[in-house]
């Protein structure tokens, strides 16, 4: 298995008191190195704006790049949004994220390895043309579309555990037979998108879970409303995006997963993964804001993508 990152990843500063800061990175690669789990660190490229306007129109890239400063940080959006935030070293931090899950592809398709993408900034809230939620390119969505442009790959299953809607992904391939998207999230919460009546061309499985929700019940709902319906997709590669906010420990959020959860999430959907995908499976990090639950949460994450390829 390979793992993407890069060291221009850990550069993207927020502000001081942002939970989206490179600390979150650091604590998932310093975990990953001192486990037994043996993966390949490759550095993340950055990504070309060809493959990039295969989602994102290149003038609205163009545009987020025209405004990152020589210093200090501004917002690019309005309020109550003002903390997507770009600094001096945003841009190679911005394409590396990116580049991250176009190689992976290529990993994917040409060797048959499994890829983890640890990087930052997440990708899962960037719409089409609107940068939001810490997130400017969508970087499992340009994955998406580069896989089936160049691989020929025609049905692809984007996953989504992370705790908040991927209101981004799904906006972009709201209106796509080709990609089902299933995600399963806090309802409400940021960023407000997600019910249960958003089917798209019924290609969309959004779970919406309660706040206090407890590991045994999570389990079911996903199981019953994302893995079902994605199953029934019969993917030919899967995509996951990671997210680590709905454990017990993070801030952002009130579900109440354990850190073994997530093995046992992963599990469930390596298992479609073998079933319909030839196993393919490339996992994307998205949020994740306790330092304890990410270390512990990542190991369990690769050790059930690890299995079965
Ligand atoms: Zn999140």
């Known amino acids: 298995m390979i793992v993407y990152t890069h060291t221009d990843c850990l550069k993207k500063f927020n502000g001081h008191g942002h939970p989206e800061k490179k600390e979150r990175l650091e604590s998932i690669i310093s975990s990953i190195k001192s486990s037994n789990l043996k993966v390949e660190f490759k550095e993340a490229p950055l990504a070309d704006l060809k493959t990039v306007s295969l989602v994102h129109p290149i003038k609205h890239i163009k545009k987020i790049f025209s405004n990152i400063p020589k210093e200090g940080i501004i917002g690019v959006e309005k309020e109550p949004y003002a903390d997507t935030m770009l600094c001096s070293f945003s841009k190679n931090a911005i394409l590396r994220s990116c580049g991250a ?69 799904q906006e972009i391939f709201y209106k796509d037979p080709s990609i089902a998207y299933g995600s399963s999230h806090e309802f409400p919460l940021f960023p407000g998108t997600g019910g249960e009546n958003e089917t798209g061309v019924g290609n969309i499985f959004n779970a919406t879970l309660k706040a206090g929700l407890e590991s045994r019940d999570f389990i079911k709902i996903f199981d019953q409303k994302v893995l079902k319906p994605i199953d029934k997709f019969k993917p030919e590669a899967i995509l996951i995006s990671a997210g680590f906010d709905a454990h017990k420990r993070d801030p952002l959020a009130n579900i109440n997963l354990e850190s073994e959860d997530f093995f046992k999430i992963t599990k469930n959907i390596v298992d479609i993964a073998k079933t319909h995908s030839n196993g393919r499976i490339i996992s994307f990090l998205e949020g994740g804001y306790d330092l304890l639950a990410l270390s512990e949460s990542i190991k369990e994450h690769l050790s059930a993508l690890k299995t079965h390829i």
Do not use: W
């Open 101 to 169: 899950g176009i190689a992976a592809a290529d990993d994917l398709m040409k060797n048959n390895e499994r890829v983890f993408c640890a990087i930052r900034p997440p990708g899962h809230h960037a719409e089409t043309s609107r940068a939001n939620g810490f997130c400017f390119i969508n970087n499992i969505a340009v994955s998406a579309r580069y896989l089936q442009k160049k691989y020929k790959i025609n049905k692809i299953a984007i996953i989504d555990f992370d705790v908040h809607h991927g209101n981004g992904t």
